[in-house]
C-alpha cells in the first residue's frame, strides 16, 4: 500500500509535514506560512533540562504546538494519538495507510539510521510523514532529506519509542477535518501577536531578555566550570541552533520569508520592510554561530573570546527587542 503523496523538502521538520499534509489534502501552505501562523519562532533557555548533559536551549516552540496553533487558527481539526503498546501503536498506523491517509510522526533523531551519523544526537522532537508499507517496510517522507527513503517495522518502532527528554511514546497525528477556505488574514495577525507576546515576555529566560541571559550566562563559564565544560555548554548553544531543525539563524530566515508572504496578503508593506530586518539578524545569529564554533573547536581558554561571542549574543537580544516591539506596532 502505497499512497499518492508529494514528498517536498524543508527547512524544518514539523513545518514541513504540515505543509506536506496540507498539499496533500489540497490546500497550497508553504513552511514560512505554516511556521508563522503557528508562532512557531522562540528562545527560551531551560536549565533544569539537560540535553547531552548540558541545559536546553530551544530556537523554536514545543514539538507539536506549530501545527496544533496553526490548525486552530485557520479552522482544521487534527487527531492525535500515543500509545503504551507498541503493537498498537502500529496497527493504528497500518489502518490509516490501508485508508489512504498520511500520517505524521514525532520520533526520536539517535536511531534513524537514514542520518548521518554526525546528525544522530538523543533528540526525541523530530517529525516525519508515513505514506506508505511495502514488503515491511515503512515508506518515509522525511522532510528534511531530499529523497524519500524507508524504515523497517523494528527501526520505525525503535524511534517512536525512544526514551529521555519528549520521549514520543508512539507519538502520530493527522488532519481530519477542514474548512472550505482558509482564513490566513485573521490567523496571521493571530501568529505575529503571538510571537511578539513571546519574544518581549517579561521573564529571563524566554524571548529576547532569554538572550542576554545566555550572554551573561557565557561570560561567566569558563571560570565557573573551566574550560572542557565551558566548552561542551557553548557547544551546545551552537548545536542547538544549528543542527536541530534549522535553529537560530534558520528559523529566523523563515521568519522573514514568512513576513514577507504576508505583507502581500495583508496589504502591509511594513511587514516586508520587517522581513528584511529579521534577515539581518538572522545572519547576526550564524555570525555568532561561527564565532563560537571557533572557540569550542579550538578549545580556547581565553575570556576574553567567550566575553567577545556574549557581546555578540548581548547585542542580537537588544535587536531581537526591539524589532518584535516595532512588528507589534506594525500589525
Known amino acids: 500500500m502505497k499512497i499518492d503523496f508529494e514528498h517536498k523538502q524543508s527547512a524544518h521538520c514539523e513545518n514541513g509535514v504540515v505543509s506536506n499534509l496540507m498539499r496533500f489534502n489540497g490546500y497550497q501552505v508553504s513552511e514560512p506560512m505554516v511556521f508563522g501562523i503557528g508562532s512557531g519562532l522562540l528562545f527560551c533557555y531551560i536549565p533544569f533540562v539537560k540535553i547531552n548533559y548540558a541545559p536546553l ?30 503493537k498498537k501503536a502500529r496497527e493504528r498506523l497500518d489502518e490509516n495507510l490501508k485508508g489512504n491517509n498520511p500520517v505524521g510522526l514525532q520520533v526520536g533523531v539517535y536511531n534513524l539510521v537514514y542520518f548521518p551519523d554526525e546528525y544522530r544526537f538523543h533528540f526525541n522532537a523530530h517529525n516525519l510523514v508515513v505514506y506508505g508499507k511495502e514488503n515491511g517496510q515503512y515508506l518515509i517522507s522525511d522532510p528534511v532529506m531530499q529523497h524519500v527513503t524507508t524504515l523497517t517495522e523494528k527501526e ?34 493571530k501568529g505575529i501577536r503571538h510571537t511578539c507576546r ?57 521568519y522573514a520569508a514568512f513576513l ?43 575570556t576574553d573570546a567567550y566575553n567577545k561571542v556574549a557581546d555578540q549574543l548581548e547585542a542580537i537580544g537588544n535587536r531581537e527587542a526591539a524589532f518584535f516591539g516595532k512588528l507589534k506596532k506594525a500589525i
Open 198 to 254: 513571546e519574544m518581549l515576555a517579561p521573564v529571563p529566560i524566554v524571548g529576547a531578555k532569554g538572550v542576554k541571559t545566555v550572554a551573561k550566562l557565557i561570560r561567566k563559564w569558563p571560570k565557573k566550570h573551566g574550560t572542557k565544560k565551558a566548552n561542551h555548554y557553548l557547544g551546545q548553544v551552537v548545536r542547538m541552533q544549528e543542527e536541530i531543525g534549522t535553529g537560530g539563524g534558520g528559523f529566523r530566515y523563515i
Open 57 to 86: 536551549i530551544t530556537y523554536r516552540a514545543m514539538a507539536g504546538f506549530i501545527f496544533s496553533r496553526f490548525a486552530k487558527r485557520v479552522g482544521i481539526k487534527i487527531k492525535r494519538e500515543k500509545f503504551k503498546d507498541p
Open 156 to 189: 520505525l518502532e525503535k524511534v517512536r519509542y525512544a526514551k529521555g527528554a519528549f520521549a514520543p511514546k508512539g507519538h502520530m497525528y493527522y488532519p481530519v477535518a477542514f474548512p472550505e477556505t482558509l482564513d490566513l488574514k485573521k490567523a496571521i495577525v
Open 260 to 302: 514577507q508572504e504576508s505583507s502581500k496578503i495583508l496589504g502591509n508593506d511594513r511587514l516586508a520592510e520587517l522581513s528584511r530586518e529579521m534577515t539581518e539578524i538572522g545572519d547576526q545569529w550564524r555570525d555568532f554561530a561561527l564565532d563560537a564554533s571557533r572557540i569550542y573547536k579550538n578549545r580556547s581558554v581565553h
